[in-house]
């Protein structure tokens, strides 16, 4: 067992994890963040993906201690005070989702994509959302609302 102390959606946490505990597992089972998925257990999917200060990671691939230290956001941490992130409210608007269990990581995926170029072509979309699996869509209604989150969000400061 070790002691790790990190600051998940803006709350600080200092918890004892088994070495073996995947960083997926602690935010789902000790933190009750159920809306991080496990898809794969092998990074693969991208239903995991989560911010580890500040830039998209999958947190399937890594050991809870590793993030000792770390700023994380989760899904739920996008929309603080229940107000809905703009990809969160493009997803809706452009039905960007379907059963909607990659959602959590296609969004947080495009969160740190347009926190880096906020302006992306439907190329450059299409390139950031590779390592991310939907098994439900084309793929063409997330593109559109990653694109109308850019546009409705457009000289806004992340």
């Not at 997803?91 to 959590?104: A, V, Y």
């Not at 926190?115 to 991310?132: C, D």
């Amino acid at each position: 067992m070790s002691t790790i102390t990190v600051t998940v959606n803006g709350k600080s946490y200092t918890k004892e994890v088994e070495g073996r505990t995947l960083l997926v597992h602690f935010l789902r089972d000790t933190l009750g963040l159920t809306g991080t998925h496990v898809g794969c257990d092998t990074s693969s999917c991208g239903a995991c993906t989560i911010h580890l200060d500040g830039r998209a990671v999958k947190s399937c691939s890594m050991l809870a201690a590793q993030a000792d230290g770390s700023i994380l956001t989760t899904i739920e941490g996008l929309a603080p005070g229940g107000e809905l992130h703009p990809l969160q409210v493009a997803f809706n608007d452009e039905h960007g989702l379907q059963c909607g269990f990659c959602t959590p990581g296609m969004i947080m995926t495009a969160a740190d994509l347009l926190s880096q170029n906020p302006n992306p072509t439907e190329r450059e979309i299409r390139e950031g959302l590779e390592g991310n699996i939907c098994r439900c869509t084309g793929y063409h209604n997330i593109v559109r609302a990653i694109q109308l989150a850019a546009e409705r969000t457009a000289g806004v400061p992340a």
